[in-house]
């Protein structure tokens, strides 16, 4: 009985791992002039400029370090898909049936970024993109959605905060300061799961996006998706392992 039920389990969990899901990335480009942040070198703080923006195309912005992964096919890059938006990147898990699409913001329009993130989390405007024979689900219509920037909502609100439209479950990280703080409301209201926030200052650098992406694919718990992140958080930024622990959480 014992050895049928592992097999059934790992039927299961070989079942969900094959399973096509997606990752929709949202990231508000690092700007010193738009947004209210302490102000970085500025060749790395023009929210204008991705190819070398820090959170975009620097060694550890989402472009740049996602690319260099082994584990991430690079399918396409799009330029100004929408008028927000400089640069939308598309990627295929190796190991997975697991698309990943990156959105590279505007650093002037972060709250239309924190809209769209918001607006996606509660399951709206749900569309697909139709790459060669490959139909990819993003917007509302995607699994785990991301944002990644500056905590726009430490410096202004919004006119409306979604609340969620279906019974489809997704979850959310948002790797910007204080997020579970200045997120916590409106993400209960979207009906999604934080899989990971944060609780204090933070950089947030690709590196931890995909430390818990990787752990994501997977189906790790949440828990062990969080002890993950704070590991290569500390890793990269040197703050001790019981400070990453304490600024990167899980769930409500």
């Known amino acids: 009985m014992r050895l049928k039920l592992i097999t059934v389990f790992l039927i299961i969990s070989l079942s969900a791992f094959n399973q096509t ?8 480009l690092c700007d010193n002039d738009n947004q ?25 912005g989402v472009k740049t370090f996602i690319k260099k992964q082994s584990d991430w096919k690079f399918i396409k890059q799009i330029n100004n898909p929408t008028k927000q938006i400089y640069e939308r990147l598309i990627f295929k898990h ?17 709250k239309q970024t ?5 607006d996606y989390s509660a399951g709206k ?14 917007g509302g219509s995607a699994d785990l959605i991301c944002y990644i920037g500056h905590d726009g909502l430490m410096d202004f609100s919004l006119d ?46 690709a590196y931890t996006l995909d430390s818990a992406i990787d752990s994501w694919i997977i189906n790790d718990a949440p828990v062990k998706t969080r002890e993950k ?21 899980t769930g409500f």
């Open 160 to 205: 409306n905060y979604p609340s969620q439209v279906d019974n489809k479950k997704r979850e959310v990280i948002i790797l910007a300061c204080a997020s579970k703080e200045f997120f916590y409301n409106h993400i209960k209201k979207a009906g999604a799961f934080p899989l990971l926030w944060t609780t204090n200052l933070m950089c947030p650098e």
């Open 21 to 28: 899901r997606y990752i929709h990335v949202l990231v508000a």
């Open 94 to 110: 190796r190991d997975s049936s697991v698309y990943l699409v990156a959105d590279a913001y505007n650093g002037a329009m972060i």
């Open 229 to 249: 992140a704070a590991q290569t958080y500390h890793q990269y930024q040197k703050c001790g392992i019981k400070g990453a622990r304490n600024l990167l959480v």
């Open 114 to 118: 924190v809209t769209d993130f918001l």
């Open 36 to 60: 209210g942040i302490v102000p970085v070198p500025r060749k790395i703080g023009n929210g204008q400029d991705p190819a070398n923006n820090l959170y975009w195309g620097c060694g550890y």
């Open 125 to 138: 405007n749900k569309t697909t993109l139709h790459i060669d024979s490959n139909k990819i689900n993003i």
